[in-house]
Every structure is written in structure tokens, then in C-alpha cells.
């Protein structure tokens, strides 16, 4: 089983920064895609960027130019630097991973149980 856990949440300013992190952990085998994704209230969960074990990106059009996905191989995490932030950014943001257990046959999907964003005006 693979357990992922986000970190750096928080209340800030608009035009603020945050840095959230999402550590997986357990009998890890590999790990390929890792994303964030975000709930406003109300909403529907929606794609905010994707990062390949190679270090590829993907950008939802909103926060293109204004986040940044990273990742640690080495330490099993997933970044996200938020930088120019916005209310509308307001939402739990929830960090999913492909992954693969040292006794799983092949890749399963999992999610983190969200950190809370809130940037106020």
C-alpha cells in the first residue's frame, strides 16, 4: 500500500506564495505520474498540474505561469510552488499518484486527503 500526505496549506494575502508538499510513503515499489488537483467548494474536483517521473509538466490554463510542479525521485514527494495567488485559487488541493506497491501487480491510483488553501482578498 502506498499513503500519500500533503503538507503547507494555509491562509495567505492575494498576490502571496505557498508551497504545498505531498510525501508517499509505505512498501513503494515505483511511482510515475504525480498530480495536484483542487476542490472549491461547490465544485468539482479539477486537474491543477501533472509531473511524469521524468520530470514532464502539464498546466491547468488558470494557474499557468503562476505554479510550478516539482518532484524529489529520491524522497518519494511531489511539490507545488504557488506563487501570484488568487481567491478564485481558494479550494482543498488533494496530491494523486500512480503507484505501485512492493506486492501490487501493477500501477493503482491514490489520493491524499487534501490540504486547505484559502487566499483572501
Known amino acids: 500500500q502506498v499513503q500519500l500526505v500533503e503538507s503547507g496549506g494555509g491562509l495567505v494575502q492575494a498576490g502571496g506564495s505557498l508551497r504545498l508538499s505531498c510525501a508517499a510513503s509505505?512498501?513503494?515499489?515505483?511511482?510515475?505520474?504525480m498530480a495536484w488537483y483542487r476542490q472549491a467548494q461547490g465544485k468539482q474536483r479539477e486537474l491543477v498540474a501533472t509531473i511524469t517521473a521524468g520530470g514532464s509538466t502539464n498546466y491547468a490554463d488558470s494557474v499557468k505561469g503562476r505554479f510550478t510542479i516539482s518532484r524529489d525521485n529520491a524522497k518519494n514527494t511531489v511539490y507545488l510552488r504557488m506563487n501570484s495567488l488568487k481567491p478564485e485559487d481558494t479550494a482543498v488541493y488533494y496530491c494523486?499518484?500512480?503507484?505501485?506497491?512492493?506486492?501490487?501487480?501493477?500501477?493503482?491510483?491514490?489520493w491524499g486527503q487534501g490540504t486547505q488553501v484559502t487566499v483572501s482578498s
Open positions: 509505505g512498501s513503494i515499489f515505483s511511482i510515475r505520474d
Open positions: 494523486n499518484a500512480w503507484a505501485r506497491g512492493l506486492s501490487d501487480g501493477r500501477d493503482n491510483n491514490y
